[in-house]
């Protein structure tokens, strides 16, 4: 049965069977697709550091709204760094031998980990962005990170 091939298989396009117009306009449609989905993840990025500075105030001193833009703007370097430092320990935890429960949780608490580590670096390495005590705004972070992900799995429960 896989090897029998349907009418509508002969049908679908490729890439070489577009014309250069037709080529310019999917890449400019998937162009437009990937900007559109950067812009969503820079918006919320920006919400988060929003939320974040607003929760700690007496804490996080910036110099304008500029800083908070640069904010967002480094948080997926950052999240790249922190994912570097703690790339090792995810590996030992899948070479690892334990329970898979046991795997699970611990993958659980590297995932904060890194998302701890990405708080600090945006707080240290942003410019215009000055902090008195990090450690409380990136646990704060951290946690709105965990509520996200309890909010995303349960959403995703409730579908199925």
Known sequence: MSDERRPDDEKEPTWGSFN??????????????????????????????????ALFSDLIEFDGLSALFWAALLSLPCGI????FTAPVRL????STLAERTKRAAEEITSCLTTFLAALFVLAF???????????????????????NLIVTRVESQKR
């Open 126 to 148: 942003t410019p215009g962005l000055h902090a008195t005590n990090p450690w409380l705004p990136a646990a704060a972070a951290t946690v709105l990170g965990i509520v996200a």
């Open 20 to 53: 250069a117009g037709g080529r310019v306009l999917a890449a400019a449609g998937l162009t437009g697709l990937g900007l559109g989905a950067a812009a969503l993840v820079m918006l919320f990025l920006l919400l988060v550091v929003l939320v974040i500075t």
């Open 92 to 95: 030992l935890l899948r070479l």
């Open 81 to 84: 760094l922190a994912g570097l």
